[in-house]
C-alpha cells in the first residue's frame, strides 16, 4: 500500500497531483503529515508543497475541461464563490481560476502574470500617462495593450509546446523588463 503525506492545504494537494503524475504512482491514501499510516502500508511519499508545481495543475485543469463546462464554471459558479479579501486564500484563487477559465491561454496566461488587469489599469491611468505609453505597434484606443505585447512575443516562437512559448514569452518580455533590471540596479550598489 502506497501512502503520500502532505500539509492539508490545497496548495498541497495540488502538489500532491503534480506528484501522482511525476512519480507515476497512484497512492492508495492520501493522508496528513500526522495521521497513522495503514496497517500495509509498503511505501510512504512526503509531499513537499510546492507553489510553482500547483500552478502548473492548475493551469492543466484549464486545458482539459471541455467549453461547456467552463463556461458554466466561469459564470454561475464562480459568482457562488464569497469574496476574500486575503490575497492567498482559497476561495479567492478559486474564483480567479474560474474567471480565466473562458480565457484564450495568452489572456489567462496575462491574467495570471498581472498585477492590474485592464480595468484596474484604466481607473489608475491618467491621460497624460497613458499617452507616454503609446506605441504605434501596440496602440489602442485605451492606450498600452499588454496583450498584444504578449501576442507579438508569442508569435516570435509559433510552433512550440505551450510551455516552450510560454518560457520564451518570459525570457523575452519578463526577463529584460523586471528581473534583469532589479539585478542590474543591485550590481550597481555594490
Known sequence: MTVFRYDKSFEGLLTAVFDVYARRMWPDALLAANEPAPLFTTEEHTVVTDSEKSNR?????AEKLPIFLRHLLAGPVRNLIPASTRQRS????LKRFLEALDMAPLERYLQWIAIFNRQRRDELYTDDFRQ???QPEWETDSGYDSLDFL???RNRCL???IVTQTS???IQTYLPGDVMTKVNVAVKLL
Open 159 to 161: 510552433g512550440r509546446d
Open 151 to 153: 501576442r507579438d512575443s
Open 168 to 170: 520564451l514569452i518570459d
Open 57 to 61: 495543475v492548475w493551469a492543466g485543469l
Open 90 to 93: 482559497t476561495p479567492r484563487r
Open 132 to 134: 507616454t505609453l503609446r
